[in-house]
């Protein structure tokens, strides 16, 4: 079992939905990080998180939108996806970000109709 | 030159055998060096890291070589079992950038063969 808690596991949306994906470690740690990961490809880091901070965008479209309530949860929020956003979307944490160990969670794979 | 190049893309053993993925990478300011597996419907799990100040870590059978005057790195997993076919990605990141950023490989998928 990870330690890091994804929610939902399977998503399953259209076009014009509104949905939030949800992320929860209880590690302690202060860095968290949104990958999307595409069929047999590495992940892609999306946002980067430290201290609660928003401090990478990699160029996600604001279809996307980040949240962290708290250094223990951090939230996807999706609006008008298109379907080549299907993906598994992946949260991760780390104790810092410089050079700390990234533990993922087991994502949520997302599907867009 | 933040790219980090991982070969073979695909990799088939017979039990026992030792399969080994390798790694190269330019950037020479990468220094931290994981590696993680990836099974199906999971995310990827850190299996073993390693610092350019060291040249070979061994965790149980999984073991990384590190070259860093060739700027390349390998995994080689031991006596391997059936239930290491999985998909390994090789990865990269600099304390420099002080993102978190890490550059993956494409990755290598692993089939043992029982």
């Known amino acids: 079992d990870t330690e890091v808690t994804q929610t939902p596991k399977h998503l399953v949306m259209g076009m014009t939905n509104k949905k939030s994906l949800k992320c929860e470690q209880h590690?302690?740690?202060?860095?968290m990080y949104w990958y999307k990961q595409k069929a047999k490809k590495p992940p892609e880091l999306m946002f980067v998180?430290?201290?609660?901070?928003?401090?990478i965008n990699e160029s996600v479209p604001s279809r996307f939108s980040p949240e962290c309530p708290n250094s223990s949860l951090l939230n996807l929020h999706l609006h008008a996806l298109q379907p080549e956003d299907s993906a598994l979307y992946l949260c991760?944490?780390?104790?810092?970000?410089?050079?700390?160990?990234?533990?993922f969670g087991d994502g949520t794979r997302l599907s867009i109709l | 030159q933040q790219q980090v190049k991982q070969s073979p893309q695909s990799l088939i053993v017979q039990k026992g055998g030792i399969p080994i993925i390798n790694c190269a990478y330019e950037?020479?300011?990468?220094?931290?060096f994981p590696w993680y597996q990836q099974f199906p419907g999971k995310g990827p799990a850190l299996l073993i890291a390693?610092?350019?100040?060291?040249s070979e870590k061994k965790e149980g059978r999984f073991t990384i070589s590190f070259n860093k005057s060739a700027k390349q790195f390998s995994l080689h997993i031991m006596d391997s079992q059936p239930g290491d076919s999985a998909t390994y990605f090789c990865a990269a990141s600099w304390s420099s950038s002080n993102t978190g950023k890490l550059i993956f490989g494409q990755g290598t998928t692993l089939q043992v063969k029982p």
């Open positions: 950037n020479t300011a990468f220094d931290y």
């Open positions: 991760a944490s780390s104790l810092g970000y410089s050079n700390q160990p990234q533990h």
């Open positions: 590690m302690g740690h202060r860095a």
């Open positions: 998180y430290s201290y609660e901070k928003l401090s």
């Open positions: 390693i610092r350019p100040d060291v």
